[in-house]
């Protein structure tokens, strides 16, 4: 008799065989192999994994507003993933990660999905402490430092304007209360860096999850009306010479269609080293549980 291949929420005895197989590709795991570090696996519902012949095979998690990502080294992992994050109380919002899983995934799970706002790739971007480019003589320079807690209010507005520009998704509208509060933790954390210029944010840069000597950005603002003017790319490069002092890479990811980001990450010596595929699905954002993780 043929057993039927199916996926299983993953228990605290999984965590050194997830480790092992998200950090097999460090780069593509940096954010998922940070919460698996966290402890949450047995304790937090969302999270799945795939054995075969005895090895796990692959790893999702559907997060608590239904941010998902996984890693797959076996292709018949596909549908019994879908099936699992179909059966989820809080389903797949807004999948992120490499092309070569996301898009297969994708295929299992869209006949679970109420329907797709949009699809993007977005390259992968890497940088170590000998790539990372001096600023040219002349170049805007900025002094990036962990945000206070008198920043929140701006920071809160930026983020959000980030998220309708960025995403087309209006993360605050949905649940405002969460995301101030969400926001303020992070600021509380060090989690937010800022460059003020007369006393305004002219650019802030959220520190994110890390992983076996990577660390990631993201939330990289500057201001619709302060654009053009060099605050990218100083900050960017002043916060990176900051984290390679204790990390040895540090990862982001933009969407391919955004040409200034990309030349201002190059310009600070980022190269891009794969391709994520992202989707947004037409799901309600729910409002956000305290889920253990961070």
Request: charged fraction near 25%; glycine fraction near 8%; proline fraction near 5%.
């Amino acid at each position: 008799m043929v057993r039927s291949l199916v996926a299983a929420p993953l228990l605290a005895s999984d965590t050194a065989d997830a480790h092992a197989l998200l950090r097999a590709r460090l780069l593509h795991n940096v954010f998922l192999d940070c919460v698996v570090a966290s402890g949450v696996l047995g304790r937090v519902p969302g999270f799945f994994g795939f054995r075969a012949e005895g090895a796990l095979q692959a790893v999702l998690m559907v997060g608590p507003q239904g941010g998902t990502a996984l890693e797959v080294r076996d292709a018949r992992a596909f549908a019994p993933l879908a099936e699992a994050a179909a059966r989820c109380a809080t389903r797949p919002r807004h999948i992120v990660g490499s092309e070569d899983v996301t898009e297969p995934f994708w295929c299992a799970y869209r006949c679970h999905a109420p329907g797709l706002r949009w699809t993007r790739g977005e390259p992968v971007f890497a940088l170590r402490a000998a790539e990372l480019c001096a600023p040219p003589e002349g170049d805007a320079r900025l002094r990036v430092e962990v945000a206070r807690a008198t920043d929140a209010p701006e920071l809160v507005a930026n983020s959000a304007e980030q998220h309708r520009e960025d995403l087309h998704d209006d993360r605050e509208a949905a649940d405002p209360v969460s995301f101030r509060e969400r926001h303020a933790a992070d600021v509380r954390d060090g989690r937010w860096w800022v460059a003020r210029q007369r006393g305004r944010i002219v650019f802030q840069v959220h520190v994110g999850a890390s992983s076996e000597g990577a660390i990631q950005l993201g939330g990289v603002f500057v201001p619709r009306d302060l654009r053009g003017r060099g605050h990218a790319i100083a900050g960017v490069r002043g916060i990176c010479a900051r984290l390679l002092e204790r990390h040895e890479i540090v990862t982001l990811y933009c969407d391919e269609a955004n040409e200034r980001a990309r030349r201002a990450y190059e310009r600070v010596g980022f190269r891009a080293c794969f391709r994520n595929r992202s989707y947004l699905l037409a799901e309600p954002v729910e409002r956000e549980a305290r889920a253990g993780y961070g």
